[in-house]
Nanobody, 119 residues
Framework: QVQLVESGGGSVQAGGSLRLSCAAS????????MAWYRQAPGKQRELVAR???????DYSDSVKGRFTISRDNAKRTVYLQMSSLKPEDTAVYYC?????????????WGQGTQVTVSS
């Protein structure tokens, strides 16, 4: 069973920065990909950034150039560095991993961490 624990959320003013962390209970090499999603009140959960086992990354257009996803295999931790934050970045941020199984991949989610950006 994979467990994911997020940390690093909080409140910040527009233009500020935060770094989110997602610590995994198993080696990151177990995952097909690792990602950050977010969900704002009244909106659907959306993909923010993703990094694959081959270190390929992709970002939503709304955060491209401002957010950076990275990982530390030794610490079994995935990070999301967020800069130039905007009020519209306010949401609960969730860590997600995909674990390859025999015929498909299985998603696991963290509990979420709140990010609030004030204008």
């Amino acid at each position: 069973q994979v467990q994911l624990v997020e940390s690093g959320g909080g409140s910040v003013q527009a233009g500020g920065s935060l770094r989110l962390s997602c610590a995994a209970s198993v080696s990151l090499s177990s995952f097909y990909s690792m990602a950050w999603y977010r969900q704002a009140p009244g909106k659907q959960r959306e993909l923010v950034a993703r990094i694959t086992s081959g270190d390929n990354t992709d970002y939503s257009d709304s955060v491209k150039g401002r957010f950076t996803i990275s990982r530390d295999n030794a610490k079994r931790t995935v990070y999301l560095q967020m800069s130039s934050l905007k009020p519209e970045d306010t949401a609960v941020y969730y860590c997600n991993v995909l674990v390859p199984e025999r015929y498909a991949t299985k998603p696991y989610w963290g509990q979420g961490t709140q990010v609030t950006v004030s204008s």
